[in-house]
């Protein structure tokens, strides 16, 4: 059986905590003694269940940890070298309690759709956290291709435009450009790397922050060269018949451990890489991040020996 052992770090952590977001992930992690997981490492419904308690609260130690800020380099908010970064650790923790809102439906298949972007978010932010500024600044104005679009689209005389939605729309892209300080000119590089981030197609970037052994059975075949690919509607969507032929499959796949699980695998490295940025990286926080690794094992390795297919 998983090394439980390892998991009973919690009252040690909660004893140290003093903030106020700190006494907020404590409450989350008090109830973690090793009874309390021995009781619930018993088969696979109930591992499953207590997956899912985990999952729950890791969910809401990442959105505690977005709210952690080191007043002395931040006394207000963040500037626009390290919000991008703060966006997308949001999105992660947002994307994470819809995933698990499907994990106590049990749909896998919905979970499958969320997932993709959470695992894009993940990714992007360790990337953007390994690399310079110019590399952030980059990431920015990728975001502006179709933005462009829409400015060039006004000028050529779309009638859109003259409608309520298109004067809304086109505000919209004028404000963002203004508080950021951006013409239609700044765009040159994006255009020459065919607006892709640092000129590098997603799967280059995955390979360099992770390891690109992963990408094939992880992200790889969420998105696939076609979305909404032949073997997605094969696993999910249809079933074979004796003869060859296939019928409508109406239901939808059971979700168990094996469909969050791997993901935690991408979501942790970026909150450790942010709280070293922001200077905010106190070690009960960096013990929390700890945890959550080393449970997140323990529960996928007792689920794997106590699953008989």
Same mark, same amino acid.
């Given at each position: ?32 003694? *090793? ?60 994307? $994470?309690?819809?995933? $698990?809102?499907?994990? *106590? ?25 390994? @690399? ?5 600044? !980059? ?13 060039? !689209? ?8 003259? @409608? ?5 729309? $086109?505000? @919209? ?64 969507? $249809?079933?074979?018949?004796? !003869? ?60 794997? *020996?106590?699953?008989?297919?």
């Amino acid at each position: 059986m998983a090394d439980l052992a390892l998991m009973g770090i919690g009252l040690n952590i909660v004893s140290r905590l003093g903030s106020p977001t700190m006494e907020e992930i404590a409450q989350v992690l008090k109830k973690y003694d *090793e009874e309390y997981i021995r009781q619930h490492f018993v088969d696979v419904p109930s591992i499953n269940a207590f997956a899912l308690s985990f999952f729950k609260d890791v969910a809401d130690i990442y959105d505690a940890i977005t709210r952690v800020r080191n007043i002395e380099r931040n006394p207000k908010g963040f500037d626009v070298d390290d919000a991008p970064i703060l966006g997308l650790l949001v999105k992660i923790w947002k994307l $994470l309690k819809e995933v $698990l809102k499907y994990y *106590e439906q049990n749909n896998a298949e919905l979970i499958g759709v969320l997932e993709r972007p959470l695992i894009e978010a993940a990714v992007v932010a360790t990337y953007l956290m390994q @690399s310079d500024k110019s590399v952030v600044e !980059d990431y920015r104005k990728c975001s502006y291709k179709d933005r462009l679009r829409i400015l060039r !689209d006004l000028e050529s005389g779309s009638r859109f435009f003259e @409608s309520k939605a298109g004067k809304r729309l $086109l505000a @919209s892209v004028r404000e963002k450009m203004s508080n950021e300080k951006l013409t239609v000119q700044d765009f040159d590089e994006q255009k020459k790397n065919r607006w892709k981030l640092s000129g590098k197609s997603f799967y280059e970037i995955f390979a360099q922050v992770e390891h690109v052994d992963l990408y094939a059975c992880t992200y790889g075949m969420m998105s696939e060269s076609i979305h909404g690919s032949w073997n997605e509607s094969i696993d999910f969507c $249809l079933s074979r018949n004796a !003869d060859g032929t296939y019928s409508t499959f109406p239901f939808f796949q059971p979700a168990d451990v094996r469909f969050v699980s791997p993901t935690l695998r991408f979501t942790n490295k970026p909150f450790r890489l942010w709280l070293r940025r922001i200077e905010a990286d106190d070690p009960n926080l960096v013990q929390a991040l700890d945890w959550i690794e080393r449970v997140n094992t323990a529960i996928f390795l007792r689920f794997d *020996e106590a699953y008989d297919n």
